[in-house]
């Protein structure tokens, strides 16, 4: 009963210090002179990227065949499928640098199959711009 007590009277204070704490600042990209590409990141892994497939690209072993030749100037280490027609693409670091956004961007559009390709961002770059909503009794 006391320690209910206790929580009860915590919790509002607890509530109000967990909103009015401030988040992270939503980090600056740099702008792109072309019109549809994503914009350059400084905090996405190099040589790693996200794609995703079209909605008619049938998500088998001879789509992925294909996806291995859309990118066989550069040297491909894996594509792994991600779920949802999403795609992991890591290049491999030790025959080369990283290509850049763009010209994996000329290389998907050129394949047919991909609908978009985007770097590979760390969980938890871009925090929500508001916090969460608190959950009633927990």
Same mark, same amino acid.
């Given at each position: 009963? $006391?320690?209910?007590?206790?929580?009860?009277?915590?919790?509002?204070?607890?509530?109000?210090?967990?909103?009015?704490?401030?988040? !992270?600042?939503?980090?600056?990209?740099?702008?792109?002179?072309?019109?549809?590409?994503?914009?350059?990141?400084?905090?996405?892994?190099? &040589? !790693?990227? #996200?794609? $995703?497939?079209?909605?008619? *690209?049938?998500?088998? *072993?001879?789509?992925?065949?294909?996806?291995?030749? *859309?990118?066989?100037?550069?040297?491909? %280490?894996? @594509? +792994?499928? @991600? &779920?949802?027609?999403?795609?992991? #693409? @890591?290049?491999? $670091?030790?025959?080369?640098?990283?290509?850049?956004?763009?010209?994996?961007?000329?290389? *998907? +559009?050129?394949?047919?199959? @991909?609908?978009?390709?985007?770097?590979?961002?760390?969980?938890?770059?871009?925090?929500? $711009? %508001?916090? !969460?909503?608190?959950?009633?009794?927990?």
């Amino acid at each position: 009963m $006391k320690a209910s007590l206790i929580l009860m009277l915590l919790a509002p204070m607890l509530l109000v210090a967990c909103q009015s704490a401030g988040l !992270a600042p939503a980090l600056v990209n740099q702008t792109s002179t072309e019109p549809n590409a994503m914009p350059q990141n400084p905090t996405a892994r190099s &040589g !790693a990227y #996200l794609f $995703k497939l079209k909605p008619n *690209a049938p998500d088998n *072993a001879d789509t992925l065949a294909q996806l291995y030749r *859309a990118f066989q100037s550069q040297a491909v %280490q894996s @594509i +792994k499928p @991600i &779920g949802n027609a999403w795609y992991l #693409l @890591i290049l491999n $670091k030790n025959t080369g640098a990283d290509p850049g956004l763009a010209f994996m961007q000329s290389l *998907a +559009k050129q394949s047919g199959l @991909i609908e978009t390709l985007q770097p590979n961002l760390p969980y938890g770059v871009n925090p929500p $711009k %508001q916090p !969460a909503p608190m959950l009633n009794g927990l």
